[in-house]
């Protein structure tokens, strides 16, 4: 088996931010895989800001970066990596990690610059259970855990400068990306964020401690282009 790391470095609001932190110091050996060109498909309207790629789209950057059959994953970044993390496996790909504490946590030396990487093959085989799209959720509203991946000011519904919208999905509960998960209900549950990244942290810290989630990709930046309804505090 060999093992592709994968820099997933991204600032919300600043597209170019990823890629210039991967030129300027990466783990050596590892490629680069943006949130925006390849863990998206920022084409597609009407779904919020980062939408889910297509398969096709999906393995081709997938193949770019060095990743396919025998490849064990191993992604760094916050929120970019757990995106990652969750895209491999909603395609078929289950060889994956997210390295804990990220690239502050490599004890190693970095290299700079781009990386010459043997393009690889991936099949994908997308699953068709771990997503739900907002009308379907909307239809069940206290039926489900529904978890909101946002800072609390964000979730509270206070104005700011990411969405048009202040609120949140009524009856969400908070656990921040940037924060320990609480403790949430027993039941089937459904986590979002913004745009569909951030939530992916939380499925992934809930996914090691032995409890699986749906992520809802659209989340709040495609919610609040509908009309479905909001909650503030």
């Known amino acids: 088996m060999r093992y592709q790391f994968v820099d997933c470095r991204w600032e919300l ?3 170019a931010a990823g890629r210039e932190l991967y030129g300027a110091g990466h783990i ?3 490629t680069f895989l943006d949130v925006d060109d390849d863990l998206s498909d920022t084409s597609i309207k009407g779904q919020g800001r980062h939408p889910l790629p297509s398969a096709e789209g999906f393995a ?4 770019r970066a060095g990743i396919g059959e025998g490849v064990h994953v191993v992604a760094y970044g916050l929120g970019g990596a757990e995106r990652l993390w969750w ?3 909603h395609f078929g790909h289950d060889r994956c990690a997210v390295l804990a504490g990220g690239i502050g946590a490599w004890l190693g030396p970095l290299t700079s610059g781009d990386e010459s990487i043997d393009r690889a093959s991936l099949i ?3 699953r068709t259970d771990d997503t739900i ?3 379907e959720l909307a239809r069940r509203l206290g039926k489900t855990v529904v978890v909101d991946a ?5 979730w509270r519904g206070e104005p700011n400068s990411i969405d048009k919208v202040p609120g949140r999905i009524p009856g969400a509960l908070n656990a921040p990306w940037n924060e320990r998960v609480p403790e949430l209900p027993a039941g089937d549950l459904i986590a979002y964020c913004g745009s569909g990244v951030t939530a992916t942290v939380i499925l992934h810290r809930l996914w090691l401690a032995g409890r699986e989630g749906k992520l809802y990709p659209g989340s709040w ?5 509908l009309d479905l309804p909001v909650e503030r505090d």
Do not use: F, N, V, Y
């Open 150 to 154: 946002r800072l609390r000011s964000r």
């Open 124 to 126: 994908p085989r997308e």
């Open 133 to 135: 799209d907002g009308p």
């Open 87 to 89: 895209l491999l496996r």
């Open 13 to 15: 609001g600043k597209p």
């Open 221 to 225: 930046s495609q919610w609040e282009t």
């Open 60 to 63: 081709e950057s997938a193949a």
């Open 28 to 30: 050596p050996g590892a």
